[in-house]
């Protein structure tokens, strides 16, 4: 098998650069113009000018942009919500140039691994695409093929995300973004090695195998490498199109989503970071195929037992057990103040989870500004206390949380949270979920 080496070649970074510095720099110019000359920015036309640049480049820089949306203060609400739009469709490659690159990673006889191979991507995201095909024994199969240059394209993208953060760290100073910076650097690297996201497969197959409701494809290592990922083809249909069927159907969906998240965060201590509506399907019975495991995060037991306990601190009004538990998390130096505006957003998380009883996962029928109003307020405290730094960690779980609350208001879901959290974190003890967590990733190769 030959090696596709694209890793982080120096030519490579510079075209990149270049594109999308060409996008952003302008943008950039402009802010740093108003700062000095005191002529203030049109926030709103500024956040939908950089839409607009940051739309036309794909790649990377458009995943940094749409995870940026998605966490709670880590940008000013106009930037937010226009970031937010962005789509993970991206052009396809053609035929002839699908071919080199299954070429590459395959060898001269590729198409001869497979019973059929179809020439037009099914799918096309910021990193890659997918094919579907068949096994010689007649196996539907997914193909999973990144684009050449990622390895140069997300070196050079993170580059720009120091622009833009520094950028808004010049706008507003309450939120120390270094560790946002940090994670997703860490998480996108990740995301480029097929070998890891196949280990991250089987890791979840391991987490999920008592759940029969909840699907993950097998990967096919023969047909495998660093950057082609040749996994079982799972039927199911997109989330989207339930939204008009029957509350109980609605219901059944919204509880077996929980499942595929949160068992593995609450029992084995690792996340699903991507809730995108592209990354599961539902199946004829209702179960959820869940797809896509570039992003997965791997969490210390004594973060998760922080999660818990600032639960159990709200629910119970233990203030103490509050402060621990964020530290726990691991913010430090935060005020008496500090803690009392962070609780105005964990009780926003956490406020289903407190109601033994059915109801929507929140009042506001706009999905797409789930949580909003209450960052928002969040936001203008912390602006007003001074510089909050969140946690590597808190990204991705805090991601994840308005993400799935997000696609739990689009189905309109009637579901007692309580119930169904408490079922999951009952018995919940570090001892037990590092004994878990570590026997789940020796079994796939992956270490603690």
Same mark, same amino acid.
């Given at each position: 098998?030959?090696?596709f080496?694209?890793?982080?070649?120096?030519?490579?970074?510079?075209?990149r650069?270049?594109r999308?510095?060409?996008?952003?720099?302008?943008?950039?110019m402009?802010?740093?113009?108003?700062?000095?000359?005191?002529?203030?920015?049109?926030?709103?036309?500024?956040?939908?000018?950089?839409?607009?640049?940051?739309?036309?480049?794909?790649?990377?820089?458009?995943?940094?942009?749409?995870?940026l949306?998605?966490?709670?203060?880590?940008?000013?609400?106009?930037?937010?919500?226009?970031?937010?739009?962005?789509?993970?469709?991206?052009?396809?490659?053609?035929?002839?140039?699908?071919?080199?690159?299954?070429?590459?990673?395959?060898?001269?006889?590729?198409q001869?691994?497979?019973?059929?191979?179809?020439?037009?991507?099914?799918?096309?995201?910021?990193?890659?695409?997918?094919?579907?095909?068949?096994?010689?024994?007649?196996?539907?199969?997914?193909?999973?093929?990144?684009?050449?240059?990622?390895?140069?394209?997300?070196?050079?993208?993170?580059?720009?995300?120091?622009?833009?953060?520094?950028?808004?760290?010049?706008?507003?100073?309450?939120?120390?973004?270094?560790?946002?910076?940090?994670?997703?650097?860490?998480?996108?690297?990740?995301?480029?090695?097929?070998?890891?996201?196949?280990?991250?497969?089987?890791?979840?197959?391991?987490m999920?195998?008592?759940?029969?409701?909840?699907?993950?494809?097998?990967?096919?290592?023969?047909?495998?490498?660093?950057?082609?990922?040749?996994?079982?083809?799972?039927?199911?249909?997109?989330?989207?199109?339930?939204?008009?069927?029957?509350?109980?159907?609605?219901?059944?969906?919204?509880?077996?989503?929980?499942?595929?998240?949160?068992?593995?965060?609450?029992?084995?201590?690792?996340?699903?970071?991507?809730?995108?509506?592209?990354?599961?399907?539902?199946?004829?019975?209702?179960?959820?195929?869940?797809?896509?495991?570039?992003?997965?995060?791997?969490?210390?037991?004594?973060?998760v037992?922080?999660?818990?306990?600032?639960?159990?601190?709200?629910?119970?009004?233990?203030?103490d057990?509050?402060?621990?538990a964020?530290?726990?998390?691991?913010?430090?130096?935060?005020?008496?103040?500090?803690?009392?505006?962070?609780?105005?957003?964990?009780?926003?998380?956490?406020?289903?989870?407190?109601?033994?009883?059915?109801?929507?996962?929140?009042?506001?029928?706009?999905?797409?500004?789930?949580?909003?109003?209450?960052?928002?307020?969040?936001?203008? @405290?912390?602006?007003?206390?001074? /510089? +909050?730094?969140?946690?590597?960690?808190?990204?991705?779980?805090?991601? &994840? !949380?308005? =993400? %799935?609350?997000?696609?739990?208001?689009?189905?309109?879901?009637?579901?007692?949270?309580?119930?169904?959290?408490? @079922?999951?974190?009952?018995?919940? /003890? +570090?001892?037990?979920?590092?004994?878990?967590?570590?026997?789940?990733l &020796? !079994?796939v =190769? %992956?270490?603690?």
């Amino acid at each position: 098998m030959n090696e596709f080496r694209d890793d982080n070649r120096f030519g490579g970074r510079l075209s990149r650069y270049a594109r999308v510095t060409g996008a952003v720099g302008g943008l950039a110019m402009q802010f740093a113009a108003s700062k000095v000359l005191g002529t203030g920015l049109d926030n709103e036309r500024h956040a939908r000018d950089l839409l607009a640049a940051l739309g036309g480049l794909k790649g990377p820089v458009m995943k940094i942009a749409q995870i940026l949306s998605t966490i709670p203060e880590a940008l000013p609400p106009e930037y937010a919500r226009e970031l937010s739009q962005l789509q993970a469709n991206a052009p396809a490659m053609g035929w002839p140039f699908t071919k080199r690159r299954m070429r590459t990673e395959l060898g001269e006889g590729w198409q001869a691994l497979y019973g059929s191979f179809e020439q037009e991507a099914c799918a096309a995201a910021s990193l890659g695409q997918v094919h579907k095909a068949t096994s010689l024994q007649g196996q539907k199969l997914a193909v999973k093929l990144q684009y050449p240059d990622m390895g140069s394209a997300v070196e050079a993208d993170l580059g720009q995300l120091d622009i833009i953060l520094g950028l808004f760290r010049a706008y507003d100073k309450s939120i120390d973004t270094s560790a946002v910076r940090q994670e997703l650097a860490a998480r996108l690297r990740e995301e480029l090695d097929y070998v890891r996201e196949a280990q991250h497969m089987a890791l979840y197959r391991h987490m999920l195998a008592d759940e029969p409701l909840v699907t993950v494809p097998d990967s096919l290592p023969k047909l495998s490498s660093k950057r082609l990922l040749t996994m079982s083809w799972l039927e199911g249909k997109p989330l989207m199109s339930f939204k008009g069927s029957d509350q109980a159907t609605r219901n059944t969906i919204a509880v077996n989503m929980f499942k595929a998240w949160y068992i593995p965060f609450h029992q084995y201590g690792i996340i699903h970071g991507d809730p995108h509506l592209g990354n599961y399907t539902v199946r004829d019975d209702l179960g959820i195929n869940l797809l896509d495991f570039g992003c997965v995060r791997i969490f210390p037991p004594k973060f998760v037992a922080g999660v818990i306990d600032l639960y159990r601190a709200l629910r119970d009004g233990d203030r103490d057990l509050a402060v621990q538990a964020y530290k726990n998390w691991g913010f430090e130096g935060l005020s008496n103040e500090m803690i009392d505006v962070l609780n105005i957003w964990a009780g926003f998380v956490y406020g289903p989870l407190m109601e033994d009883g059915v109801r929507l996962i929140n009042n506001n029928d706009k999905p797409g500004e789930y949580g909003r109003e209450t960052a928002f307020k969040v936001h203008t @405290e912390l602006k007003r206390l001074g /510089t +909050v730094k969140p946690p590597a960690e808190f990204v991705f779980m805090d991601r &994840a !949380s308005v =993400g %799935l609350g997000s696609v739990f208001l689009h189905l309109k879901a009637e579901v007692n949270w309580y119930q169904l959290f408490h @079922e999951v974190i009952d018995g919940f /003890t +570090v001892e037990a979920m590092t004994a878990r967590q570590n026997e789940a990733l &020796a !079994s796939v =190769g %992956l270490a603690g």
